[in-house]
């Protein structure tokens, strides 16, 4: 192989190494909002909003394995493993333009179904749904839909973070909790902008990525 294509195996090993922190950072990042809603997800609707994490997850998986075997076939001058990499990045590139697209077309519908995932909690906040209320309450230290006036003079014991429903929740707890409609969209809110730009600059690297492994696979069958 000539110089510069010398030069861009080693760029495209470094990327890929590069590729390779980006996919544990999104597998932690996915992690870390699963487990935040680890008490939010026993009610209806909260399928949907687990969705997006786990899909964060799988991603994260996905850009991992890419990156590790694109390392393998760039340092081992393997052209099929190569363009295999290039075409699998390729198809990374694809999907997620698409859902930063999606992500950034939908933003206020996105935000508008999680603000009925909280009015479908309250709806069915009885016995017979488990108290679906309690857990949001605990997970984001909030209380009530709109607000603790939603449950006039009988306050749940999750308002002030017990998990015992027969303790007293004492007003001078509760009064300083958030809605928990408005806690639980903005955690969605501020999530989705971090992942919605990130995604369209680590798309853009990727279209570059596969761009520049096809050229050196090329250059690699050649030898």
């Not at 995932?117 to 709806?123: L, P």
Request: net charge negative; hydrophobic share 45%; charged share 15%.
């Amino acid at each position: 192989m000539g110089c510069l294509s010398t030069i861009c195996k080693y760029l495209l090993y470094g990327f890929n190494l590069i590729f390779v922190i980006i996919g544990v950072l999104l597998i932690i990042f996915g992690s870390l909002m699963v487990s935040s809603m680890h008490n939010a997800t026993d009610f209806d609707g909260s399928v949907k909003s687990i969705a997006f994490p786990v899909s964060v997850l799988v991603i994260g998986c996905v850009t991992f394995l890419v990156a590790f075997f694109g390392c393998c076939g760039t340092i081992r001058d393997n052209a099929c493993l190569t363009k295999t990499y290039s075409l699998c990045i390729l198809v990374l590139f694809c999907l997620q333009l698409s859902l930063s697209i999606w992500l950034f077309i939908e933003f206020d519908v996105f935000l508008d179904i999680m603000s009925d995932i909280v009015d479908g909690a309250w709806i069915d906040n009885n016995a017979e749904h488990n108290y679906p209320m309690d857990n949001l309450q605990l997970t984001f230290n909030c209380c009530g839909n709109e607000g603790y006036g939603d449950y006039g003079t009988e306050v749940p014991a999750s308002c002030c973070g017990y998990t015992d429903r027969s303790q007293q929740c004492e007003a001078s707890i509760y009064t300083l909790r958030p809605s928990c409609k408005t806690e639980f969209v903005d955690f969605w809110s501020s999530n989705m902008n971090i992942i919605r730009w990130s995604s369209i600059i680590i798309a853009l690297i990727e279209l570059g990525i596969s761009a520049v492994s096809f050229h050196l696979a090329n250059k690699m069958s050649r030898y």
